[in-house]
């Protein structure tokens, strides 16, 4: 009995390990991301104006852009995002500069022990797993009134009260360097937000990582989207879009949601207030064109990154 188990689970991770295998073939081909290649035309690099030193697309040391706004889209957020970066994590190879470049007047990083400022404890939160999990909660959770009660009617929606929090704070570091991050005392006193499991893309090998610990922008979108579902919800014909991508099947026979082109490049206060419908995907522009240009250059089989294990 006891080998029959372990047989099948066996059997039921290599039909997950194949699924994923599929799905990372092309696994933003149902998110609304502006073409990307946009990118592939810029040649030369730039000298930063803040600094001066040469970069491609953005200074990763100045959170500047160096290219014309056209090359890149430009997207607006409900809430603030802090990113506190541990001193050691490598500028060059941190994806926390796409949120600061992408969504600028919303996001800002800090380089720790810079901190940001927290006026209000209740309104802010940290995306990151507390060490008791007992006391972790997840994004549902934000807007459960303290009397119990679900507060998502539609009348909430109308008020200022649709979103429960103003900020959030991520941590941006391999996971081996954030506990001397965590441990400060300005952090430990907020509220810990536990996302969703997701499957990363990031091309990056952490040890002894499972593929679900996802880059910061990764984590940063996965927050956002499901902040924006849980107040207003996801529009039916994208949450469709979803479930067939899900499709195995699906996946090998079509091919309709790729290369998508958005109509916009950003995103405005009336649109904020709309059902999900992909309004925060092109904070993985750039994350997008980086993993298609590692994978053109490197076998995506050979790389560490997308071996470490699914569970």
Request: glycine share 2%.
């Amino acid at each position: 009995m006891a080998e029959s188990t372990v047989k099948h689970s066996i059997d039921n991770l290599s039909e997950l390990e194949e699924k994923q295998r599929i799905i990372d073939g092309n696994p933003f081909c149902y998110l609304k991301i502006n073409d990307t290649r946009e990118l592939k035309l810029v040649e030369s690099r730039r000298k930063c104006d803040l600094c001066q030193k040469s970069r491609k697309f953005f200074c990763y040391t100045c959170y500047h852009p160096v290219l014309s706004c056209k090359y890149y889209p430009r997207v607006k957020l409900p809430i603030k995002i802090d990113i506190i970066k541990h001193p050691r994590e490598i500028p060059g190879k941190s994806t926390a500069i796409h949120a600061a470049i992408i969504a600028s007047a919303d996001v800002k990083i800090y380089i720790y022990p810079d901190f940001p400022e927290i006026p209000n404890k209740e309104e802010t939160v940290l995306v990151f797993p507390g060490k008791d999990s007992t006391k972790n909660i997840n994004v549902k959770d934000l807007f459960i009134r303290k009397e119990g009660k679900d507060d998502t009617s539609e009348e909430r929606i109308e008020t200022d009260l649709l979103w429960p929090i103003k900020r959030a704070i991520f941590i941006d570091s391999t996971w081996h360097q954030t506990k001397s991050i965590y441990k400060d005392q300005r952090l430990r006193e907020l509220r810990c937000v536990v996302l969703k499991s997701r499957i990363s893309q990031f091309w990056r090998h952490q040890k002894d990582s499972p593929r679900w610990y996802l880059a910061t922008i990764e984590s940063i979108h996965q927050f956002l989207v499901e902040l924006h579902t849980c107040a207003i919800g996801m529009d039916e014909d994208y949450e469709e879009t979803i479930k067939k991508y899900l499709d195995v099947n699906d996946i090998i026979k079509n091919t309709r949601y790729t290369n998508y082109i958005h109509q916009y490049s950003g995103i405005n206060s009336e649109e904020l207030m709309q059902k999900y419908n992909g309004q925060y995907d092109n904070l993985l522009y750039f994350f997008k064109y980086m993993f298609e240009h590692i994978h053109s250059i490197y076998n995506r089989n050979q790389l560490k990154a997308y071996k470490r294990p699914l569970t």
